[in-house]
């Protein structure tokens, strides 16, 4: 047991925290991503010791505000902001390390350190032909476009199932990386001619950048398993910070409209290279609407006035390629999947206060496909094209909420919003975010330690922390 009194926090949220007993969490998206993770792992790293980024790579992007200023996270754990917090790269991510790179340079303009960053060495590298790719199949694709990131990480992580990628600790090993890149490149520019007739990459140029990189980044190389389980021996908080949303998962998510890796929980003990005994709890991140980016179906958008409304006041623009995200009403069967799929202890709510000047909110209950109604979502892409959402309808508060600091001061109709999706969900809500900022977040319950029971008692009471 240790209580963290060794930390400076300047929020008084974090007394919640303080004199409990040690725990190792998973935070994932319960959506298409873009849940505002950024900012859930930021209010819970400060009860971190190491804060571990297990999958994808520079296409993700985490936005956390801090005193006002506004960071954005690609690749780089957002714990980076706490000093004494050590943040851990994994081997399930893919790295580009220019990006990586820039994004250092950004912090420490910030006065930030990035002393305590490591990066696994078993992690793939995302190369020249690899961003090229992405982008040159996407615009063959035509129609069937998936709508990537373009930032190469499909054939990265392409690559490492063929077993032709480049590692972390290639980089390390110059001779190696030589010989590795001048057979891999001539490959690539085979594929890069022929099936997308684009000019060839030099592969001296290449190995010259990628050796100042490895220069760049030798210091915060580590065996990042290796460090995980250390700190786990050492009764460390280990917070799992995911990247994208379940929906986006390669194997469960609305394929092939996914990402390349594994976003769900299961995939944070893969990337970290840790058993999932370690793991205490599992908590989900879903914004109080639905959003996606990128292309595939998506049963309750919304084209219309209202889906303006949410994307302009959500300022629903993505934090990587600054496209549009699209807007839609809260799908209660996906929470339900997320749950299901994850094994969730309990959710964050983000975002709530977008919804405080609708007059009425829709919530996808079920959907109905030729007829029939279902509750569980389906495993089958065809099947979700063609689900209609069937909804429920609640008022709307029409009232501020940006200023709520606890449960009572919600309005009750935004109460009572909440309880019917962690209903619904059938999963407690232990946190409320209601802006940007650190301190615009109703915590109802320790996520972490609290026990796991529902946002509201039976009779509607709240059930606020410490009652
Ligand atoms: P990729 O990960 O760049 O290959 O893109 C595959 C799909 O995942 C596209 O629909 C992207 O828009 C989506 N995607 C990837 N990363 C994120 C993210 O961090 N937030 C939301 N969508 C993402």
């Known amino acids: 047991m240790t209580a963290y009194t060794n930390k400076n926090h300047n929020n008084g949220l974090c007394k919640l925290y303080f004199n409990k007993p040690l725990a190792n969490v998973i935070v ?21 010791d190491v804060v571990v980024r297990s999958q994808g790579g520079v296409n993700a992007g985490h936005t956390v505000v801090v005193a006002g200023q506004t960071f ?25 390390p220019q990006v990586l790179i820039e994004e250092i340079e950004q912090l420490k303009a910030l006065n ?6 490591f990066i696994s060495q078993t992690a793939h590298v995302t190369m020249p032909y690899h961003r090229s790719i992405d982008m040159a199949s996407e615009e063959r694709r035509g129609d069937y476009k998936i709508g990537t990131t373009g930032r190469g990480i499909g054939p990265t992580y392409a690559d490492k199932s063929e077993r032709t990628g480049i590692r972390v600790l290639d980089l390390m090993d110059s001779d190696l990386l030589k010989e590795k890149l001048e057979w891999t490149i001539n490959y690539k520019n085979v594929i890069l001619d022929k099936l997308y007739n684009l000019p060839p990459l030099d592969p001296a140029v290449v190995i010259t950048e990628y050796l100042a990189y490895a220069d760049y980044l030798r210091p915060h190389v580590v065996d990042s398993s290796l460090q995980i389980y250390q700190a786990v021996q050492a009764k460390k908080n280990i917070l799992f910070e995911g990247a994208q949303g379940t929906l986006l998962d390669l194997d469960h998510g609305t394929y092939p409209y996914v990402t390349s890796s594994n976003p769900i929980a299961g995939g944070s003990c893969v990337g970290a290279g840790v058993g999932p005994t370690i793991i205490d709890r599992v908590i989900g991140v879903a914004k109080a609407y639905t959003t996606r980016v990128g292309e595939g179906p998506f049963p309750t958008e919304l084209s219309e006035e209202v889906g303006e409304i949410l994307g302009d006041r959500g300022a629903e623009f993505g934090t990587t390629t600054g496209r549009r995200r699209r807007c839609g009403w809260f ?6 999947y ?8 309990c959710v964050a709510v983000t975002k709530l206060d977008v919804l405080d000047t609708l007059e009425e909110i829709k919530v996808c209950v079920a959907y109905e496909v030729d007829g029939e ?8 892409a065809v099947d979700f094209a063609s689900c209609k959402p069937v909804y429920k309808t609640l008022p709307g508060w029409q009232q501020d909420t940006t200023n709520c600091q606890k449960l009572e001061d919600l309005p009750a109709k935004a109460l009572s919003y909440l309880k019917f999706l962690a209903e619904l969900m059938e999963v407690p809500i232990a946190i409320v975010s209601l802006g940007p900022s650190r301190d615009q977040t109703i915590i109802v319950e320790d996520p972490i330690h609290g026990p796991k029971r529902a946002l509201l008692d039976a009779d509607g009471t709240p059930v606020v922390a410490g009652s």
């Open 331 to 336: 799908d209660a069967v996906i929470g339900r």
């Open 28 to 48: 994932i998206g319960a959506q298409w991503g873009d849940e505002g993770k950024g900012k859930i792992t930021d209010l819970l790293s400060r009860s971190a």
């Open 373 to 380: 109604t279902r509750h569980h979502f389906p495993s089958n």
């Open 72 to 96: 954005k996270l690609h690749l780089i754990p957002s714990g980076i902001l706490y000093p004494e917090t050590e943040c851990i790269v994994g081997s399930g991510t893919v790295i580009d």
């Open 338 to 345: 997320a749950v299901r799929i994850n094994g969730l202890d």
């Open 112 to 117: 930030v350190s990035v002393d305590n960053l």
